[in-house]
């Protein structure tokens, strides 16, 4: 039987393959033990995944509840988007993100 931190190393590179081979982009913090898919918190040694208030575990289960979220018309990702000030002209950037209602 392996030790459980031998276990982790395995999930933690086994689910940010599987979110890469999706196609879902996501940011690495603490050396990859937990990993942030837009607003979501996952940490992938354990499987425990956090959108606000619901919470799950695994990876494929988060796989799931990002493309069904993405199937309603919500974004996980952030933009920037060039605009021109309709009241001076100047250029702005802004940043945009869709958020639960």
Same mark, same amino acid.
């Given at each position: 039987?392996?030790?459980?931190?031998?276990? +982790?190393?395995?999930?933690?590179?086994?689910?940010?393959?599987?979110?890469?081979?999706?196609?879902?982009?996501?940011?690495?913090?603490?050396?990859?033990?937990?990993?942030?898919?837009? +607003?979501?918190?996952?940490?992938?040694?354990?499987?425990?995944?956090?959108?606000?208030?619901? /919470?799950?575990?695994?990876?494929?289960?988060?796989?799931?509840?990002?493309?069904?979220? /993405?199937?309603?018309?919500?974004?996980?990702?952030?933009?920037?988007?060039?605009?021109?000030?309709?009241?001076?002209?100047?250029?702005?950037?802004?940043?945009?993100? +869709?958020?639960?209602?």
């Amino acid at each position: 039987m392996k030790p459980d931190w031998d276990k +982790r190393a395995e999930n933690r590179d086994s689910s940010k393959q599987m979110l890469s081979d999706k196609g879902i982009q996501f940011t690495e913090h603490n050396n990859g033990a937990h990993l942030k898919v837009g +607003r979501i918190d996952f940490w992938p040694g354990t499987g425990l995944w956090k959108d606000g208030n619901f /919470e799950d575990r695994g990876v494929k289960n988060l796989i799931a509840y990002i493309k069904s979220k /993405e199937r309603k018309g919500e974004s996980f990702t952030v933009t920037n988007a060039k605009h021109e000030c309709p009241h001076c002209g100047k250029k702005i950037i802004v940043t945009l993100q +869709r958020r639960n209602k």
